[in-house]
């Protein structure tokens, strides 16, 4: 995967005090490449999965994220279903179609994509954070 060359042990001790502290905007555009992996794997899914005479196709094209944004406990990004369908919001429909109702089956397509697109969006992680070492030479 990567891997950590240096000269003493006080080479090494910086080499891992460097990792210990990424930066918060290397962080973030971790996060950013693992949203657009998930968002994709949950487009697909709402458009292979959700299926019927009622579906307009409402919830596929309403999958979106945020960008990157702060609280005390480190960056996140919101992925979200947004707009209106039929005067219902589409968020509403994903979380019915998700989970099911009396008279609906559930039809996890959400838990499906992120099941999917874990092994990916680690991966677009990875690739973030192996460009930022190497841009600190480790």
Same mark, same amino acid.
């Given at each position: 995967m990567?891997?950590i !060359? !240096?000269?003493?042990?006080?080479?090494?001790?910086r /080499?891992?005090? =460097?990792?210990?502290?990424?930066?918060?905007?290397?962080?973030?555009?971790?996060? =950013? /490449?693992?949203a657009?992996?998930?968002?994709e794997a949950?487009v697909?899914?709402?458009g292979t999965?959700?299926t019927?005479?009622y579906?307009a196709?409402g919830? /596929?094209?309403?999958v979106t994220?945020s960008?990157p944004?702060?609280r005390?406990?480190g960056?996140y990004? =919101?992925? !979200?279903?947004?707009?209106?369908?039929?005067? !219902?919001?589409?968020?509403e429909i994903?979380?019915?179609n998700?989970y099911g109702k009396?008279?609906?089956p559930?039809?996890?397509?959400?838990?499906k994509a992120?099941?999917?697109?874990?092994k990916a969006s680690?991966d /677009?992680?990875?690739q973030v954070?192996?460009?930022?070492l190497s841009?600190?030479?480790?």
């Open positions: 990567f891997s !060359t !240096t000269v003493g042990l006080e080479g090494l001790q /080499a891992l005090k =460097d990792l210990e502290n990424i930066p918060v905007n290397v962080q973030k555009d971790m996060l =950013d /490449a693992q657009d992996v998930v968002v949950q697909y899914t709402a999965m959700l019927g005479p579906y196709g919830v /596929a094209r309403a994220k960008k944004r702060q005390k406990s960056p990004i =919101d992925i !979200t279903f947004k707009g209106l369908q039929h005067g !219902t919001r589409i968020a994903a979380f019915i998700e009396k008279s609906q559930a039809r996890p397509f959400i838990k992120n099941e999917m697109s874990a680690e /677009a992680a990875l954070y192996d460009k930022w841009s600190k030479g480790l």
